[in-house]
């Protein structure tokens, strides 16, 4: 059980065009989900919390204009890359956290997006 | 200077060793301490956490926080070819939901 699943797993676009990437809770409802970066040999960064029916909270730094995130559902959030640019090239990961679960809240993670700007 | 730091590595060894992780942080704050898994081009894969101090086995894993020390661990033992991968450790504080990650060390097990 507590599969996230995304899509797609890769991607390629041009520079100024939008992609948008699908995380989606398999098995479970998902209140909360979260969007990370990760650069080649780095480590995870979180972007935004993404809560359904609510905005999403944007981590210092993340242009909220640029990363929309869209929490429409308790099984999908969706994040849309707008205008693209080379340096917007990355792995993207979501995660969802288990709703009405107390205490320790453990998050789920997706395989991942890889997104290349050319 | 980061929040949570984590030797990049890579650990080369032998099958059959143990595989010594470890991370340091320096927020006090932080309460639970999860270790991860992440295979390479996946999600990473939660293997173990512990809530506040001290010892926590599961299987070949044991994960060991000192919070006195700002410092954790994670033993591997019987290591196997299939245990190659980048480990990440994490923090959270008690309350809120904001993960925050190591930079990873890639371990590479040898047949």
């Known amino acids: 059980g507590a599969v996230v699943s995304q899509h797609p797993s890769r991607v390629i676009c041009k520079s100024g065009t939008s992609v948008k990437i699908e995380c989606r809770s398999l098995d479970f409802q998902a209140t909360t989900m979260f969007w990370y970066r990760q650069f080649p040999k780095q480590s995870l960064m979180l972007m935004a919390t993404s809560n359904e029916g609510s905005k999403a909270t944007y981590e210092q730094g993340v242009e909220k204009d640029k990363f929309l995130i869209n929490h429409a559902s308790l099984t999908l959030s969706t994040l849309t890359v707008t205008s693209a640019h080379p340096e917007d090239s990355s792995f993207y990961i979501c995660s969802a956290k288990i709703s009405g679960a107390g205490g320790y809240n453990e998050q789920f993670f997706g395989p991942g997006t890889r997104l290349t700007v050319l | 200077q980061k929040e949570v730091e984590q030797d990049p590595g890579p650990l080369s060894v032998p099958e059959g060793a143990i595989v010594s992780l470890n991370c340091t942080y320096s927020n006090s704050a932080f309460q639970y301490f999860m270790w991860y898994r992440q295979y390479s081009r996946k999600g990473p894969e939660l293997l173990m956490y512990?809530?506040?101090?001290g010892n926590k086995e599961d299987g070949r894993f044991t994960a060991q926080v000192d919070k006195s020390s700002k410092y954790i661990s994670l033993f591997i033992r019987d290591s196997q070819p299939s245990d190659s991968a980048t480990y990440l450790c994490a923090m959270k504080g008690a309350a809120g939901n904001k993960l925050t990650f190591g930079g990873g060390t890639r371990v590479l097990v040898k047949p």
């Open positions: 512990t809530y506040s101090s």
